[in-house]
């Protein structure tokens, strides 16, 4: 087994060594496609490089492979909207959130373009450019039925990839919010902060107290572990079946085992009364006040000036999953 870098951005994922090309498309016969920018609030040039036009290119390189059994591509549950039962339905091309509207990648694409053109013709420098086009891509989602750039560009990614397999057998895995490990390689495994651990994290430092969302939601979340576990067993099923027809599966909790955000209030109470994470303040863990969810928090006064502006962003990205109402058919 060897390690090659590579771009998904880019056709042959930027790889000019034109022998390596040609050993990998011999001898290549399962491709996991895991690859993407997670950032709710993503660039949009940046998220539909990567996670739109990343999963054409792995689609389209897979279909070269000589020996090709089978591509698992890696979405989020969060595609298919917020309410009610969702379905592990396929999208099929164009198919928005908001009908009868129609998406079109190729036009998405050329806004991209036309947008960036209009604001590199007038000299904004970089910082200012990123921040548009990060609100851009939030514009654009929210026109669609999305709530913010990378489910939108996700979805964008599963029409692709569905649209283009051909005889090509494909799994399509949907996780919910990806939670540190349950057992491997320990327990609590994480890297960097993930969806949820960002109320964690302050929590514990002592630095936030409450944060939106309702008590009562379900709020889904899913072991990193347990993702990686499903989706060698979705391999399998597929080497077992000899089936070209589509896999999908959520990869969630909801239904089989609910979580209310109620219950993680408890959690994180307990937890740091127990093993209390302010180092070397002399505190005990009677010093954390019990963390609460509000379906209307809006209370960033409490923040130094220069953290206002961050949190009211972190607000909004997280608040649709906060008060989600849907549950995962799995």
């Not at 590579?6 to 996991?32: C, P, R, T, W």
């Not at 897979?62 to 698992?72: D, H, P, Q, T």
């Not at 889904?220 to 589509?246: E, F, H, R, Y």
């Not at 994180?268 to 928090?297: D, Q, R």
């Amino acid at each position: 087994m060897v390690a090659v870098a590579g771009d998904i951005s880019l056709d042959n994922f930027g790889i000019k060594d034109q022998i390596l090309i040609k050993e990998m498309l011999e001898e290549i016969d399962i491709i996991v496609h895991t690859a993407a920018t997670t950032r709710f609030d993503e660039r949009y040039d940046v998220a539909m490089a990567t996670n739109t036009v990343g999963a054409y290119n792995v689609m389209n390189f897979a279909k070269m492979c000589s020996r090709i059994e089978v591509l698992l591509y890696v979405s989020t549950a969060y595609v298919y909207g917020e309410a009610g039962l969702i379905p592990e339905e396929a999208f099929h091309m164009g198919q928005t959130l908001k009908s009868p509207l129609k998406l079109d990648i190729n036009l998405e694409k050329k806004l991209i373009k036309e947008k960036l053109g209009e604001l590199k013709a007038q000299n904004i420098n970089e910082r200012t450019i990123t921040s548009i086009m990060k609100e851009f891509g939030t514009i654009r989602a929210n026109f669609h039925g999305w709530s913010n750039t990378y489910i939108f560009t996700k979805s964008m990614g599963e029409m692709l990839v569905t649209n283009m397999k051909g005889n090509l057998p494909l799994i399509i895995t949907r996780p919910s919010s990806i939670i540190g490990t349950h057992s491997e390689p320990f327990p609590g495994w994480i890297e960097g902060v993930r969806t949820i651990d960002f109320v964690f994290v302050e929590y514990f430092k002592g630095a936030l107290t409450s944060f939106v969302g309702h008590p009562k939601t379900t709020i889904d979340l899913i072991p990193a572990d347990m993702v990686i576990n499903s989706m060698i067993i979705a391999l399998l099923v597929q080497s077992k079946s000899n089936s070209s027809n589509n896999l999908i599966y959520h990869i969630s909790t909801s239904l089989g085992n609910p979580i209310k955000l109620s219950d993680i209030q408890d959690i994180m109470h307990c937890y740091m009364t127990k093993k209390p994470w302010l180092k070397n303040s002399g505190k005990s863990g009677a010093f954390y006040e019990k963390f609460t969810f509000n379906p209307s928090y809006t209370e960033v006064h409490e923040f130094p000036q220069n953290k206002r502006s961050r949190l009211k962003r972190i607000i909004n990205i997280y608040r649709p999953y906060l008060h989600f109402s849907g549950m995962y058919v799995t």
